[in-house]
């Protein structure tokens, strides 16, 4: 058997290369490429099959779905007949990145655009077949359309040292055959009518133009303008897009060395996503959604019709007719499709069974649009075609003028290298304070979470049994957090004394100007630069002071928070023992019984006071209720109560409530002091308060005062019975 050489290894990435340059030096044709998505959880469920493979990276075979596809890879050269292969200049399988795309199809547009070339990406194929995450992608996998204008001003940043660029942007949706701007605010805005130009060529009259200056913005315009453009679900994709979205950046520039009669450079990249071809019958759709699916396969038949005829015309050197007018969206790529312009179609295709016939016809018109030709040619317009233009000169030299005086007049104000010195001195001086001042806010808002880290340790220790393993756990961080907490004071004390020092060191700075004979008008400048620096430092102190009181308040909320759940644990008792007293009412009620309110008590209390009658004086109740219920109440046990002259058995049973009469001492010495007693008890009683040390004071006044009365009334001798006696 003869021995067959080994195939050689293509060089893909030299091949993507040529396809580049040849592209950037004038090859004509339009750059065709392949993206096959993913089967998505739908299509794996129905069938599973994947009936498009991709191969060499630029070959895609198409098997047919009656044949058995339960084949090995090795199979696909030896079964021929049952494939439909088609080449193209780049093809991308399931695997592939939004990254690695843009490299591959759109980056290398970017340097053209930027020296005055008009370049086309646009995607093509049916609904749900991934064109509208190809262009505009998602917030993790960004598409052409977001990853084109970050290379865009990068390009431009290397280039505007020499050249002065404007940079204009604008996005419409072609719905229902009318043209909307997507950057107006009114949703509901009148359609737009396109026209042509001789010099600009196709455009969009009363569409709104923005002028950009960075990637950052550009992005943030296209996500707003995709926020209005109409998107509706349907059968066959959730998220369709109802809608062509044409995006538009036209980057003019001219040499900064130009004269008057300079040249306008302009170059044009449009970005275009259009709506995918739908059938009815897969849809569903009826209403509103049918005449949008019907508007939809209008303008794409004619986008169609147009690249047939452009085929035939590349092909067979006919001169057919393009029918540019059949519909907006035509009449929008007709310069794409054949004009001054470099395009790249990308088809999207599905894998799936059931997408068969749609994906045949995706890559039946791309197999065509590969060998359309275009004319590509480089935007030079001269500022003497308008007279309108002039006006911006005007503008422009004015401008020039006003910046040339400004800096004359700084260059005149310039002070001399000495006083550069010092204030090259001064600003370090203030970066330096500034610095510290800014470690102490540092320090103090870290010692305030530490703090509050503290205050929640301590809340939670509470509820806490007291000598466990959690217990001395968490005792044992409160006191780590507390020296660091002592640390962190420190720290704070030394960078403050260090505040202060530098403080003394910046009048020291500003005494020195006056020793070394700095002279006006620099000394001003000086001051003047001071005076700036002294505010800058003072707003620091005022952020710290700021971030102070928002740790006071926080510490209020935490205390406020604290008080509120114990708060909630004091409903709660409350509301058990209100619980347990529904569940034994009796009980509690017997004891509501026996309390007595204190007027009760005031008004049944005894007070004593001696009464005068005609034969003697005695102790009895006050009458006089409301002289009662003024005086305090005196217990039953604190009254005196001498014993009865002569007790018998049914008086002794009325000991404890009755009181006998107590008579009238005789002796004008024994009168003086009763009345001195009375005239006591009465200031006792004026002044009493009503506690029981009081009352104790006066009954054992009275009764002290009473027996001893009685005791010498009893060891008086009876002068009449002694007489009587010595008479007998």
Known sequence: MLNKKPAEKRDFEQEDIDIHSSMQQGMSNILVSVRVRPLSKKELEIDGRCLVHVLDNNLVILLDPTADLNLPEDSFRSNRSREKQYAFDMAFDKSSTQEAIFEKTTKFLIDGVANGYNATVFAYGTTGAGKTHTMIGDADKPGLMLLTFEDIFLCLDKLSIERQYKVRLSYLEIYNEEVHDLFTTNRISESLDIREDSIKGVTVAGLSELMVTSAKEVVNHIRNGNKRR???????????????????????????????????????????????????????????????????????????????????????????????????????????????????????????????????????????????????????????????????????????????????????????????????????????????????????????????????????????????????????????????????????????EKTLELEKKRLGIENSWAKLGIGEPYLSQLQLEMKKMILSITSLDMESKESQVQVVIEQKDQYIKLLEEQLKIRDTILESNQELIRQSPDKVTGAYHNLKSLQEISSKSIIMNPNKNRNSYHIGPIENRDYASSLPPISNSRIPRPKAVSPTASTKSKESTNLPIISKPENSKDKYREGRRRRYRHRIRSYSTGSSESDESYASTYVKSEKKAQVKHALKPDKSNASSKYRK
């Open 230 to 496: 109409t998107c509706e679900p349907t059968m066959a994709n959730e998220t369709s897009s109802r809608s062509h979205a044409v995006l538009q950046i036209i980057i003019e520039y001219k040499d900064k060395a130009s004269g008057l009669d300079a040249d306008i450079i302009s170059g044009k990249l449009s970005l275009i996503d259009l709506a995918g071809s739908e059938r009815a019958s897969t849809t569903k759709n009826r209403g509103i959604r049918l005449l949008e699916g019907a508007n939809i396969n209008r303008s794409l038949l004619a986008l169609g019709n147009c690249i047939n005829a452009l085929y035939e015309n590349s092909e067979k050197g006919t001169k057919i007719f393009i029918p540019y007018r059949d519909s907006k969206l035509t009449r929008l790529l007709k310069d794409s499709l054949g004009g001054n312009c470099r395009t790249v179609m990308i088809a999207c295709i599905s894998p799936s069974y059931g997408s068969f016939e749609d994906t045949h016809n995706t890559l039946t018109y791309a197999n065509r649009a590969k060998n359309i030709k275009t004319n590509v040619q480089r935007n030079v317009v001269n500022v003497q075609y308008h007279i309108s233009k002039y006006t911006d000169i005007i503008s422009q030299l004015r401008q020039e003028v006003t910046e040339l005086r400004s800096q004359l007049h700084s260059k005149r104000n310039m002070p001399s290298m000495n006083i550069e010195k010092y204030l090259i001195v001064l600003n370090t001086h203030f970066q330096e304070e500034a610095k510290t001042r800014k470690i102490i806010q540092q320090i103090e808002q870290s010692a305030s979470q530490l703090g509050f880290v503290i205050f929640s340790k301590q809340v939670e220790l509470k509820s806490v049994t007291e000598n466990s393993d959690v217990y001395i756990h968490k005792y044992n961080e409160i006191e780590a957090l507390r020296k660091n907490v002592d640390a962190h004071e420190e720290q704070l004390r030394a960078e403050r």
